[in-house]
């Protein structure tokens, strides 16, 4: 089953060139960093990037503001987008951030909140930049021997410095199910306790060891509703870096509408025909997952497949 519609974060390899082969490539890469068209993404150390103060989108710094301003901090290379040398900057806690956002004429905003508001290419290099320096500020010690790692491969790995060990590390994406459950022409939401008033999603879960992700979809669905899911089908996914996850979404169909909660994660669940979304939507009985996410386009998806509507027009009403 193919999406139609890109999901948020998601498409950045068709406009970006990840150059995973010149990692390594001191020298090039070095030239690229230097180079006056080398482009820097600026984290602060909480993860989140630095907007246009007056304008929708990233505020990029060259390479000049980067070594007069910024020489001192980490850089990573994400990659080469319309010939031009991407990188990501990274800032310390103990960085003066009022002092740059006022020398960069600028603000800054959490990825939530830019995957709504930014262009698509834009949230999802923030997306990737924001997952990667998670995973190296989370990364410092040898999970083999205890020692100190050290950034290579253009901070895309982290190398024990210790000469008996040296083990490698890799940045790491924790995989989680999401989906939407169909019984006879309805639609299983549910909803966790502390959600607002009126909040239904799909079901999601993590993947755990050793299991593949259509058997994953079945666990956890019975798990949160005691529904016994028959077939799965692959729908589209979405890199979700808060802080390093990839939602897989599916699609299923229960083999029985009984619902059971089992687990405690969900305060309520229940099945929606689009007809009681239609009247739920309206009334504000019902609030959809946020756009940002996978599970709002796989109830979209189902809407439209299932009764030609549209939930971006049901929600605007």
């Known amino acids: 089953m193919i999406a139609t519609k890109l999901n948020t974060f998601a498409g950045l390899s068709l ?9 390594d490539a001191i020298d090039w890469v070095t030239a690229k960093a230097g180079s006056p068209h080398a482009r820097y ?6 993860g989140d990037a630095f907007l246009h103060r007056e304008e ?3 505020r990029w710094l060259d390479a000049d503001e980067r070594q007069r301003l910024l020489a001192h ?7 080469i987008a319309d010939d031009q040398p991407h990188f990501m900057l990274v800032l310390d806690e103990h960085e003066d951030i009022a002092a740059l956002e006022h020398a960069f004429n600028a603000r800054r905003v959490g990825l939530r909140e830019a995957g709504l508001r930014l262009a698509a290419e834009e949230a999802g290099l923030f997306a990737y930049a924001k997952g990667l320096a998670h995973w190296q500020r989370e990364t410092r010690f040898c999970a083999r021997c205890g020692a100190p790692l050290q950034m290579v491969s253009s901070g895309h790995r982290a190398q024990c410095t ?4 040296g083990r490698l590390h890799f940045p790491r994406t924790d995989a989680a199910i999401i989906v939407i459950v169909e019984y006879q022409g309805a639609c299983l939401l549910g909803r966790q306790a502390g959600w607002p008033p009126g909040r239904y999603s799909t079901l999601a879960g993590f993947v755990e060891p050793g299991e593949a992700l259509e058997d994953a979809v079945r666990r956890e669905v019975a798990e949160e509703a005691g529904v016994l899911v028959g077939e ?4 589209s996914s979405q890199p979700w870096p808060m802080p390093a996850s990839l939602m897989v979404g599916f699609t299923a169909t229960a083999l029985s509408p009984t619902i059971r909660l089992r687990d405690g994660e969900l305060e309520d669940a229940r099945w929606f025909t689009p007809q009681q979304i239609i009247d739920s939507l309206a009334d ?5 997952p946020t756009p940002l996410s996978v599970s709002y386009r796989l109830l ?3 809407l439209q497949q299932r009764a030609g509507l549209d939930l971006d027009a049901l929600v605007a009403r």
Do not use: F, T
């Open 300 to 302: 979209s998806h189902w």
């Open 284 to 288: 504000g009985s019902l609030k959809p």
């Open 15 to 23: 406009i970006l060139d990840r150059v995973s082969e010149q990692r």
């Open 232 to 235: 799965v089908h692959y729908h």
């Open 162 to 165: 210790n000469p008996d060990c």
């Open 41 to 46: 993404l600026l984290l602060d150390a909480a």
């Open 73 to 79: 901090a980490s850089w990573s290379l994400l990659g």
């Open 56 to 58: 929708e989108a990233l």
